[in-house]
């Protein structure tokens, strides 16, 4: 008696023992270590700690969807917000995990991870990065720009600038930051700190359109600042003069970030296609840029590769799956589509 | 970005709110409950087996139950604990002991899922979903789960307006002429740092009133640990801020003439401030985010069921319910970000049924609901929605067949303050079940439905942060189910088999769908998604005689699921699993009882994930194979019964998540020490 219900109880742990041996777990292992031309940075699903890397080589079309992962052993953490490359290493900026990876550009493999975290280890959330002469200028959401030393991977100083600051951008020697106030929405801010780069203060606020939250600049010392306002107020385009540090004009302008190249700027519009925008005449250009009738679900982040003319395009689809990026010539003709991690935020091309 | 991040914390509180946050319970009264106590020559068709084990019923559309005295065989702590092993549900688990729990029912999502507390649905305006977490056990006399709806017709309109429903009923007074009161104090303690003692008081005043109240206060610090890889740590990391701190009461007053003729009233009281751990961050501390709910409802059902051959059941309720939101890690200009959310819910349902002739019944059921929210939440439309259910039924009764069909129909009208009102809705929706058994005498039964339902937007879905209107539709499913139930005795050792196998294709189309757009002028919530379900239930049950005092019992459920994202043919994950969906699910579960001793234990196997829709290494989610035992000892301690156990949830110490970021504790342990006096 006793052993037949025994009988019984094996076998159904049996079964359930083979079922739980018979999944797959599927890991894809590159054959040997890939170098990288183009780097995504995906910023993850929100709040999730699943922000992703992605690398692509050109000559053997490896794509790999974690590099970052691959390299280190460790995921980048929550919401990763910016990279760029400057001198040898590169910089990922990581939101809510409150850091920046420092890695080598080729391989990702971290150098440095530097914290930007309060006492009881709360995120200060680092949000965009920009350059200047060794330093490395960090936005932090707590109302500062970080100073990091690109030598020594130390931070040397904290700048007070305005509410929620956002991107950051060099012209004429001084530092522009964008103040957007998005999280007291709809009671946002509206302004731009000006930053002297030799005494690393604060020189000037300049009112711009309300919210901002991109910067840009071009060859001719004009700064030019996306704002999305406060609904139902349409978004707004400033543009300052770097020379002097006056705001020349606040247009309403239906278009994101510009990424500039030369004389032109590519941005996404409001209605999800890519437009370019005449830096030399300061005009937007009424024709789609994509000439082969190529579209988007959602269109996300657009970068232009200064070196090749190339126009690089993402689209993150439903917020929430693996998004996509285009490569067009700059004829905008579709090259080729690479496969992305979960909202691709911020595009980089190492050179070598 | 600065939207990226907003809506970031947007949609953490969308989860929070999700996590029945804001969940406003209503309770039940008085309506199956009542019924399936009822005396009528109706007596359904349950086939009952003699024993205490979740009997497998024999019914026209899938039902699966589980009794307050198997829930020790489990060693499950609150009602999403009740319902794990059953087949065809999923339980979306956030981790804890403050966790959010929901069910989702055959890959339809927990919206889709009515919660009933004795008979009437616990209405969340906001959410549309119910934690189970919520919901302790003590007081929980059976917790069973119907595909597509219970059969019985005099019941609420509403329990027609689901694609299944889980019906929870609470321990009835007892009245017995020997004894007329009975008190039960009871305390559990062990991981998590709980503390939860309680106390159920049963009285009764005459022969037909009684009373029934329970209380129990929950505390714990929520703190486990858990294991994390992936942030290079390798180590065993503390899950924090999951503390709760619980107050509970509810009771019944309960008027009983005869089962044709009573009446109760009935009120819960819920009240907790809790942490929300949130998702695991890497490499830094989480924000600190709180959560308290109060909820209270009152509720009363009458019925009565006349010689004449009609029966009528009348329900009335009124929940209310507060929930704050508190942040208190946020950059912006306070500091922290402090919602409050008031939801009011007014509910009355009445059901006639009347019996044409013996084997042919009709009935006709109609509810009102209206319910409203209130919150400081910037730009809130402050909805006050109107919903109406009415629904023609019948069942018929030929001899081997029996023929059960129903049309509902559905209206709700949002009016708001600020904003655009969503459009007024009206839908026809039908369901038709059929039974066939060919051999008198013999239980096997063959049964078929067809349902199809309606969902519409929750106040979170149409209103909350919309800046711009969203133009949503309804979100609609169609189920088919085409199975078999067979039950036998036995002379030998085995004493009993229930054995039913279901297979069923469902339809989700317009799925309800929140996307995190980055701007406030593209709408967040969509209709985004249809898809495709083919799945397989299999329960079986068997129970072995006592032999020299030696009892076994073993249950075994099994489910297959293929749910696949049919929305559209350019995704790229079009044709793939959905999200968090095994494809194989099995729940084990054997025990022994000896004289006072009880040992039991219980497995479930789940094959892999995927957390996202694209179903790529990056978001594999391996299986799991999670154990629980428990050991029961009854023994009298002067002159009084006296209950102790010890459970073990995840007695093999795995390492596994449900969702994502979301980490499951290890082993933990429970003590229970019980006294009837």
Known sequence: MKSIKLQNLLLACAVALSLTACHKDKKVVPEDKPTAD??????????????????????????????????????????????????????????????????????????????????????????????????????????????????????????????????????????????????????????????????????????????????????????????????????????????????????????????????????????????????????????????????????????????????????????????????????????????????????????? | MVKFLRVNFRSQLSLIKKSGLFLFFTLPIFTSNVVAQSDTTKKLDEVRVSSSLIPQRQSATPIQSITSADFKRTSSYSLADAIKNFSGVSIKDYGGIGGLKTVSVRSLGANNTAVLYNGIQLNDAQNGQIDLSKFNLYNVEEVLLYNAQPAELLQTARAYASASVLAVKTIRPVYDSKKNSGMILGIKGGSFGLFNPYLQWKQSFSKHWGLVINSNVQQADGRYKYHESRDGSDTLAIRRNGDVHIQQADGGLYWVKSDSNKFNILFNFYNSKRGLPGPVVYYAAPTSQRLQNTDFFLQSGYLHRYKNSVSLLFNAKYAHSYVRYLDTGVYNTSGFIDEHYRQNDFYFSGAVSYDIVSNWKISYSSDADISNLKSDVYQYAFPTRTSLFNVLATDFNAGKWRLQANLLNTYIHDEVKSGVAADSRSAFTPAVIATFKPFIGQNLLFRAYYKRTFRNTTFAEQYYYAVVPRPLRPEYTNQYNLGAAYTKSFAGIIDFVNISADAYYNHVKDKISYIPTRSPETPSVVNLGKVDIKGIDVVLKTGFKTIDNWKGVLSVNYTYQQALDVTNRTDLYYLEQIPYTPKQTLALNAGFTRKQFGIYYNEIFSSSRYQNSNNVPEYYLPGYSVSDASLVYNFIAVSKPVMLSVEVNNLFNKSYAVINSYPMPGRSYRLTFQITI
């Not at chain 1, 010392?221 to 705001?247: A, C, E, R, W």
């Not at chain 1, 996509?324 to 091309?349: C, Q």
């Open chain 1, 38 to 352: 183009l780097y995504v940075l995906n910023q993850g699903n929100l709040g999730l700690p699943n922000s992703t890397l992605t690398s692509y080589n050109y000559t053997t079309k490896l794509l790999t969807p974690d590099f970052f992962l691959l390299a280190n052993g460790k995921g980048l953490g929550n919401t990763a917000n910016d990279v760029k490359i400057y001198g040898a290493k590169m910089y990922i900026v990581v939101d809510k995990s409150g850091t920046v990876e420092v890695v080598n550009p080729k391989t990702a493999k971290s150098i440095k991870q530097v914290l930007f975290q309060n006492a009881d280890k709360s995120s200060r959330e680092p949000r965009s990065i920009a350059f200047y002469k060794g330093n490395a200028f960090i936005t932090l959401y707590d109302n500062n720009v970080a100073v990091l030393d690109t030598a020594t991977l130390t931070i040397t100083k904290y700048i007070p600038v305005g509410r929620n600051p956002e991107q950051l951008a060099v012209s004429n020697d001084k530092l522009y930051v964008v103040n957007g106030g998005g999280l007291s929405y709809p009671d946002v801010d509206k302004t731009v700190s000006i930053i002297n780069l030799s005494s690393l203060t604060v020189t000037k606020t300049l009112t711009v359109g309300l919210n901002p939250y991109a910067i840009s600049v071009d060859s001719y010392g004009d700064v030019f600042v996306h704002s999305y306002n406060v609904y139902p107020g349409s978004p707004q385009l400033t543009i300052i003069d770097s020379k002097t540090d006056v705001v020349k004009s606040i247009t309403e302008f239906a278009g994101g970030p510009f990424a500039v190249n030369g004389d032109i700027a590519y941005y996404i519009t409001s209605d999800g296609t890519i437009n370019t925008y005449d830096l030399k005449e300061l005009k937007a250009s009424s024709s789609n840029f994509i000439t082969d009738g190529t579209t988007f679900t959602a269109a996300y982040a657009v970068v232009t590769n200064t070196l090749t003319g190339e126009v690089f395009v993402t689209d993150a689809k439903d917020y929430k799956s693996n998004g996509l990026i285009y490569a067009f010539d700059k004829n905008g003709k579709k090259e080729y589509s690479l496969v992305t991690g979960i909202n691709p935020g911020s595009v980089v091309f190492v050179n070598r």
